[in-house]
């Protein structure tokens, strides 16, 4: 299945700026495997890496337009096209994706496709940490 984002003209204004466009961005979940690019970055988990799926939002504007985006005190990515809501995913082993060695680990990402209730069933319903 596939997951577009959904672009706020304002975000697409700016994400422009870093090759992010609704052409060069795409969620996916097939094969039993999450994968999700965001213009020049991307990330590729197995299903069964995922612990928690929960519906977030609504977001600041400064702190997520843009390119991807890497929290500083959790070290959690987001890649967000708009400030009203996303889906954020919690992985049993962090996943690479800001940099391009994969030096650092992501414990969490942030999405924000246009059917966020969508894209939480195919992966795996909303759930939380036990």
Request: charged share 15%; proline share 8%; aromatic share 10%.
């Amino acid at each position: 299945m596939s997951y577009p984002f959904r672009f706020e003209r304002r975000y697409e204004v700016v994400a422009r700026a870093f090759g992010v466009t609704p052409q060069r961005t795409a969620i996916l979940v097939a094969g039993g495997r999450l994968r999700a690019r965001f213009g020049p970055w991307s990330i590729d988990t197995p299903l069964t890496n995922l612990t928690t799926v929960s519906l977030t939002g609504p977001y600041a504007f400064l702190k997520t337009a843009g390119p991807a985006h890497l929290g500083f005190t959790d070290h959690g990515l987001t890649f967000a096209t708009n400030s009203q809501a996303g889906v954020c995913v919690e992985f049993v082993e962090p996943i690479s994706g800001i940099d391009p060695f994969g030096r650092i680990r992501h414990p969490n990402l942030t999405l924000t496709p246009a059917d966020c209730a969508g894209l939480a069933s195919a992966l795996g319903g909303l759930r939380s940490a036990a």
